[in-house]
């Protein structure tokens, strides 16, 4: 979903089953993202009881789980969490192979990862991004999952006429 697109634009998840991968390294910047996902799905038509969430220890733990919420069935995972930049490299080696990752498990199974991963500086920041003055990464990886689920929904409705 674009940043600037509302959540009245964005598209129905009545039906849809989704499951929410976090890592709760960051408590509570976890626990905000985790809350902004929720009530995306919700306001978009979802029911609560067709979201599971999963938590892991951290963003390096996700990517196992998602991979198994996508062999359960589920229609699109959203992974969360925060990686926050240290005095070493350690920050880009671990979100380097995140990413790697979760897209890989995305085209796998052809299937969306919204991703919902914040990469910041420090936790101000990071505060800013999980439903803050900069935005809602939660709410943001949720809507884009749904509208990723519903395209290739349509795709495979299309290449059956």
């Known amino acids: 979903m674009r940043k600037d697109q509302s959540a009245s634009e964005a598209r129905s998840a009545k039906g849809l089953r989704v499951a929410i991968v976090t890592g709760d390294y960051h408590h509570d910047i976890h626990t905000r993202?985790?809350?902004?996902?929720?009530?995306?799905?919700?306001e978009s038509g979802g029911r609560e009881t067709n979201l599971h969430v999963s938590t892991v220890d951290g963003v390096y733990d996700l990517p196992p789980v998602v991979a198994a919420a996508m062999a359960a069935g589920f229609d699109a995972v959203v992974?969360?969490?925060?990686?926050?930049?240290?005095?070493?490299?350690h920050d880009r080696h671990i979100v380097d192979a995140v990413f790697a990752q979760l897209s890989a498990i995305a085209a796998q199974h052809r299937r969306p990862v919204g991703l919902g991963v914040l990469t910041v500086e420090n936790m101000k920041q990071a505060r800013e991004r999980a439903g803050g003055r900069k935005g809602d990464a939660g709410a943001f990886a949720m809507r884009a999952a749904i509208r990723a689920t519903l395209e290739i929904g349509a795709l495979q409705k299309a290449s059956r006429r």
């Open 79 to 89: 992974a969360l969490g925060c990686v926050v930049r240290g005095e070493t490299r």
């Open 33 to 42: 993202l985790l809350a902004g996902a929720r009530a995306a799905f919700v």
